[in-house]
Structure formats: C-alpha cells, structure tokens
C-alpha cells in the first residue's frame, strides 16, 4: 500500500502508513470457514452459468463460445467502451468518456482520495462508514470531520449537524446512500441540498453508491445518483452489492472528465487496468441487469420476511431498526458482552459470522445483511438464537433484569460446564438522539485494538 504524506506540525512533511482495515482483516478470519455468513454486504453472488442464463436460450450457447474463445491479453486501461457506454447512459448528461471502470468501488475512492485531497483539507465523512472512507483520508493528512447517523426512531442524518462541519475551505464531503451499516437513506431533496451546500463552499460531494438499485419493498424508492446534479458532484457504482458479482472486482467512477483523466493517470500505478474477462461478464450482467435486480429483490424480500418474524420470536434477546434500503442493518443484542467477543464465539462455536458493531463504533450491536441465500440466512438466524440463548444460560448478564428474565425461561438448551466468565464491555446509554440503538455504546471505531482484528 503507497504510502501518504501528512503535515507534521508545521515542519513539512512526514510519511504516514495507512491505519490497520480492522473489519477487513476480521472478516478475512472467518469468511471462506463458517456454513452460515448473514454479515457480508452484498447479495448473495451470481455464478458464471447463471449470468449467461439471462440471455435468452438461442443466444447462450454463442456467447459462451465468445467467452470461451475470448484472448486474456491487457484490456482497455479506462475499462471497455460499452461498458462504460452502458454505465453513462445510467446517468444524466455523462458519456464514456466521464466512467473510469476500477478494480472496485475501493479502488475508486481511493483514487478520489489521492487526486482531489492533499494535507491539511477538510474533509466531511458520514459515520460511521466503511472504514476505508475515514482511513485513507487521515493518512493523506485530511482533516476530517464526521457526520455522524442520529438515531431517533430510526437512523438517520441530520442536514443541519452537517452544515455545522462543512465549514468555509471544506474541500470534500463523502456521503453514502443507502448507508453501511444502518441502512439509513438520503432522500432526493436532502441530495439537492447537500449538493447546494458543497457547490456554496467550493468542494467536491463524493457519493459512494454501493447499493444503487437496492430499494426495498415497502421503503421510498433511492433518490437519483448524485452524478446528476452538477460538475462538483462524483458518483461512485459497483458490481459488488447490488449485482452479486464481487469477484469481478469490477466498479466505477462517474465524475467529470478531467478527474476521471487524473484518476486514470494514477491508477497506471496500481492496476492498470480491469481483466479483459471480468470486463466481458461484467458488461454482459450489466446488459440484463433488471432481471439481476429482480433476482436480488426476490431474495432481500425472502430474508426481510424471516428476519421480522425471528425477530418478533426473539424480541428478548434482540432488535434492529430494518434497512430503508441497501443491504445492511444493526441488530442489538441484550447480553452484557463485547461485540468482537460475540462475533468470535459465533464465528467458532456456532458457524455464523456477524459482523462486530465495534469495527463500526457500535458497541453491543452486530451488522447483519440480509443479502444471503434465502436458507443460509434463515440457518443463520436460527444458530444466533440458539448461541444468544446458551450464553444466556451458561450466566452471561443481560443489560435489563425485565429482558433476563423471559432470556432463562424460553432457554431449552444446556452448554457444558463453565462459561465465557465475566466479559467486559458493560453497555452505557448515550443521550438520546444522537447517539446510538438504546443500550448500545458508541465510540469511534479505531479505539478498539487493532490487534484484535
């Protein structure tokens, strides 16, 4: 990883390494072990046989012989011309000349990071968030503020909390809807104004739009792309979530052409270019994507219907606020024991990884997805519950005597002699609306141990 430059006090400038990606090194811990991951991010993924089944049957057979026959040799460096064809045309007044494809959305804000900050620039990030958007910028030297989500009957951003940040010289504001991991949502009208507020101070807006596409039944359909609005404005896309298709590696850049130019010209040093294969299957899925986006409703609709109704049954134990839209949601737990801690012992004992609210700043929360195959996801479920209650038992507390109660008489099964002990991490309530899920704890998310991760 490159390493960035940082003012030092007034002295010039010194080098600084890029901070430890917490969730990232946790998730490649256990990800390729457990039988049932309800924490990843995206949908569940596509195989190659069934995106050559979206094209009709008398097609198929031709286009696996062009695939089959396809040279892997370099492909073009800005990504092929239909695929960015087919991206621009997603959006308002873009051609293909204003899409870079990259080695996926992280690969895109990277770039971003790197052209348009330097040391010194203030920058505002939604929080919490994937933890490259706040990481990168503090190891160029930024000077980063956080928006933080509030959390009042549901989570949310407030518009006025982020004009407070975005004072006269903010260079960036970085947005990400729908949100990870609250699955909070933007509305257009709050884009508008947004975009309003950085075009007043000079700054870019930086929309990472992960999970364009995922609207969810019974929710407000996702505003339009932020691309739309105007020349300060970059949207950020990916095969990744919405697509199920994470192991292209595929996403992309929408921004005006001179920062698309600037981006390419630094990505000459980091990959070059996409594979030339990646590229075909990418713009063949991207060709029928409405049939890939009913897929992924077909099964987000499935594992929101199991969720509500494990979580009415299990109400004792935990809760979330369900996603407005994307994939993402924080489930609160009821026992007194640190987040990290938890998701171990799923991860080892129980065979389901959910994500740690600490790698987020969330203490007692775990991020669940709900973008897993139908049965892995309702297994999954059925296996938390059943570790919740064990650890219940074998005498973890739980953070209200009313909730302990109704946790030991619905327990049915015994674990072994001995217990986890007395885990740390004791919960304490945050002041109402600003803080986070009643009984949870926030802290920034790199005040946990690294090591850990």
């Not at 330097?118 to 000077?143: E, F, K, M, N, T």
């Not at 006025?160 to 970085?174: E, K, Q, S, Y």
């Not at 740390?424 to 850990?452: I, K, M, N, W, Y």
Request: net charge neutral; aromatic share 8%.
């Amino acid at each position: 990883m490159p390493r960035n430059r940082a003012l030092d006090a007034g002295k010039g400038h010194t080098l600084v390494r890029i901070e430890s990606f917490q969730l990232e090194r946790w998730m490649t811990k256990y990800e390729v072990k457990v039988k049932w991951d309800i924490a990843e991010s995206g949908i569940y993924p596509m195989s190659t046989r069934e995106i050559l089944d979206l094209l009709p049957p008398q097609d198929r057979e031709q286009e696996l012989g062009r695939l089959l026959d396809l040279r892997l040799g370099y492909s073009e460096a800005c990504g092929s011309e239909e695929l960015r064809g087919l991206i621009a045309a997603t959006y308002e007044n873009t051609s293909a000349a204003e899409i870079l494809v990259t080695t996926g959305a992280i690969e895109a804000n990277f770039l971003l990071f790197n052209e348009l900050l330097s040391a010194g620039d203030r920058v505002v990030i939604v929080d919490p968030a994937y933890q490259q958007l706040h990481s990168v910028a503090r190891a160029i030297g930024c000077d980063v503020a956080l928006w933080t989500a509030r959390h009042d009957d549901g989570f949310r951003f407030d518009l006025d909390d982020l004009r407070a940040l975005a004072t006269p010289g903010t260079r960036m504001i970085v947005i990400n809807t729908p949100h990870n991991p609250t699955g909070a949502m933007l509305s257009e009208q709050q884009l508008r104004e947004i975009y309003a507020l950085a075009e007043s101070l000079g700054a870019w807006v930086l929309s990472d739009e992960a999970y364009r596409w995922l609207d969810l039944p019974g929710n407000a359909a996702l505003a339009a792309p932020m691309r739309n609005l105007g020349p300060r404005a970059i949207s950020i896309g990916t095969f990744s979530k919405p697509f199920g298709l994470p192991g292209l590696r595929t996403g992309w850049i929408a921004a005006p052409a001179d920062v698309i130019q600037r981006c390419w010209g630094l990505r000459d040093y980091i990959s070059l270019s996409p594979g030339k294969l990646n590229d075909a299957l990418a713009t063949l899925a991207f060709r029928h994507r409405n049939r890939v986006v009913e897929r992924t409703r077909e099964i987000v609709a499935e594992n929101v219907s199991f969720a509500e109704q494990w979580f009415a049954e299990n109400v004792d134990l935990a809760s979330w606020t369900p996603p407005r839209g994307g994939l993402l949601a924080l489930m609160k737990y009821e026992l007194e024991m640190p987040s990290l801690e938890l998701a171990n012992h799923l991860a080892e004992e129980y065979s389901v990884m959910l994500a740690p609210g600490a790698a987020f700043g969330y203490e007692g929360c775990l991020r669940i997805g709900i973008g897993s195959a139908p049965h892995i996801f309702a297994e999954g479920l059925r296996q938390t519950a059943r570790c919740l209650r064990d650890l219940a038992s074998a005498g973890v507390p739980m953070r209200s005597v009313a909730l302990a109660g109704a946790a030991h008489r619905r327990v049915r099964l015994q674990t072994p002699a001995g217990s986890l002990g007395d885990p740390a991490g004791v919960c304490r309530r945050l002041h109402r609306g600003r803080g986070p899920p009643d009984g949870a704890t926030r802290q920034h998310p790199h005040q946990v141990p690294s090591v850990l991760f």
